[in-house]
């Protein structure tokens, strides 16, 4: 990859999963940006030359036809509906906070968006008025001044799994089932402060998950 750069500006380094740090925040997040980054290129079709290890060549992904159905795109002028939108991005992957400061998060403030995307190095922020989109533009994260007007701007996911509404409620149903056979092989062997933190810690999931939107 680094001799590669000597001779092509458009290459890039696709990154294996490491199963060793892949769930930590700061290298694993660092992980999903570059990989996103790489998928969005292939989305839009710029040229590019791709270096990864057999590793990374083995690790499954969603297919791109997938994650195109999945992109959202904020133009100027459009009508949107801000309840759908904050449940679409929470689908894709990104975390509803009160600030955005890192990538991968949205924030909700009245009739402003602001969503600092993984695949862009700062974020942007998308103002209505009432449901039309009037202006969209990228901002500094320290000082929040606008950097940039833009007429239109696309959303890549977050995450490299993609929930939507059918599958959550699916997964929902499978963790109430599971959970409702496992209390009742705990209450027959009388573990019933098993059973109530079973059950606190699954309420607690379902709040989360719930809360999200």
């Not at 000082?143 to 701007?153: A, C, G, P, Y």
Request: charged share 35%; glycine share 6%; net charge negative.
């Amino acid at each position: 990859y680094e001799d590669y750069k000597l001779y092509d500006k458009n290459v890039f380094l696709y990154p294996a999963k490491d199963i060793m740090f892949y769930s930590a925040d700061i290298h694993g997040n660092a992980i999903v940006k570059e990989r996103l980054r790489i998928l969005k290129r292939l989305i839009e079709k710029k040229a590019s030359t791709i270096v990864l290890s057999i590793d990374g060549g083995m690790d499954r992904v969603l297919p791109l036809e997938f994650l195109k159905k999945h992109i959202v795109s904020v133009a100027e002028g459009d009508i949107i509906d801000l309840e759908k939108l904050k449940m679409d991005m929470v689908h894709l992957g990104y975390e509803r906070c009160g600030q955005v400061e890192a990538p991968g998060q949205f924030a909700i403030r009245g009739g402003i968006m602001d969503v600092f995307s993984p695949t862009e190095e700062v974020p942007y922020r998308i103002e209505l008025w009432d449901d039309e989109v009037d202006t969209i533009r990228s901002f500094d994260v320290e000082s929040q001044r606008s950097i940039e007007n833009v007429k239109e701007f696309v959303i890549y996911p977050a995450s490299e799994i993609i929930m939507d509404e059918d599958t959550l409620e699916a997964g929902l149903k499978a963790i109430e089932k599971d959970k409702e056979s496992y209390v009742a092989n705990l209450r027959k062997e009388k573990k019933l402060e098993e059973v109530r933190r079973i059950k606190e810690i699954i309420e607690e999931f379902k709040d989360k998950v719930e809360a999200c939107g």
